[in-house]
């Protein structure tokens, strides 16, 4: 199976940042970048959430974080990185991060990328996925909230390392 065939573009919501989404499918960045989210997920196997926020222009990582919802319920990976990445980062041009995820953003995290204006997001497991786990998951993927989100263009890709993402959450899940 080609990496092509491994990863989909979900959505591309727009001009230049759908070009650019477009140009790195093929990269073997996103699947570098998504092993460091993977290791970062390792911080709490019981909620293997990890994320990281990338500057698209230089390769360089901005800022890392992952699930700590035992303290804080909105505490989710993305959301970690995104807090790491505006503390550490003031006046950064967040449309020029690639945010990578274990998982597919949840409404909450989606909207907080909606808001931060990252331009694109790269996850491996999917909601459908989790919730055939049982994870306790809403049920509106990622591309909707970009669909709906006209203020604002990102390109969402998914399935990158999907079956070793797929992996964590079978191993924090018991299956």
Known sequence: M???????????AGGLVAAR???QVNTPGHENFMRRAIALAG????YPFGALLVDAANGSVVAEGWNRSAQNPTWHGE???????????????WTKLILYTTAEPCPMCQ???AWAGIGTVVFGSSIPFLES??????????????????FRKCA????????ECNALFRAAAGR
């Open 43 to 46: 911080n709490n196997p019981k």
């Open 21 to 23: 989404a477009l140009a």
């Open 79 to 93: 959301i970690d990185a995104i807090n790491q990445c505006a503390a550490k980062h003031p006046g950064i041009d």
């Open 111 to 113: 909207s907080a990328v």
């Open 133 to 150: 786990l049982h994870w306790s998951q809403i049920g509106i993927r990622a591309e909707e909230i970009a669909k709906r989100t006209p």
């Open 156 to 163: 969402i890709i998914g399935d990158v390392l999907e079956s």
């Open 2 to 12: 080609s990496p092509l065939d491994r990863r989909r573009l979900i959505v591309l």
